[in-house]
């Protein structure tokens, strides 16, 4: 009976592939292999090589100049225009100052209209107390952006309210640099 199967199965072999595998046994034929499960793809954060993010942003009022760091390495340098009032740390909404001190990107607004934005942790909890104390609200909403509108590349001097304000093309690179949460320092 066993070598009629055998025959059976042979036959069916010569005769069609389908025919062999219809007069197939489970326990006489081993199972095909499984191909290896694809590995699933990165999500896009993990993509970016972190080794070209910045850690953080550093600002030099002074001198004008915004730097993506990794470590203490200046990754890129941009000219930036600030406050109206540059010099001094803002003290109260309204008075065109850029904030000095530690902060961190709390916001990033793809859709704003100065192109794109970055939103700086501004007021730290001690820049409210100060306001508060003098009578004062502290003010909000700073942040590095590109200029008002898709032609206006050219700036000149400070014109912002109190924000850090670069080249459409370059908030561009800042944002792909960048993630929420980096560290801003902006120093006098």
């Not at 609200?137 to 590109?146: A, F, N, V």
């Amino acid at each position: 009976m066993r070598n009629l199967h055998r025959s059976l199965l042979l036959v069916g072999a010569l005769v069609s592939p389908f025919a062999a595998h219809a007069f197939s046994l489970p326990w006489l034929s081993k199972p095909a292999p499984r191909p290896p499960a694809p590995a699933a793809a990165p999500a896009a954060s993990e993509r970016m090589d972190a080794l070209t993010l910045a850690d953080r942003i550093l600002v030099k009022k002074s001198a004008r100049r915004l730097y993506l760091m990794r470590g203490n390495t200046a990754l890129r340098t941009y000219k930036i225009a600030l406050g109206y009032q540059p010099t001094g740390h803002k003290r109260y909404q309204g008075d065109g100052r850029t904030p000095e001190g530690h902060y961190f990107v709390d916001q990033r607004r793809d859709r704003s209209k100065y192109r794109k934005a970055l939103r700086i942790s501004y007021p730290s909890p001690t820049d409210r107390l100060r306001a508060r104390v003098q009578g004062n609200d502290p003010g909000g909403l700073i942040m590095i952006h590109g200029t008002p509108t898709a032609g206006s590349e050219k700036r000149s001097g400070d014109w912002t309210f109190g924000c850090i304000a670069v080249t459409n093309m370059e908030i561009d690179e800042i944002w792909s640099l960048t993630t929420q949460g980096t560290p801003v320092e902006i120093l006098p």
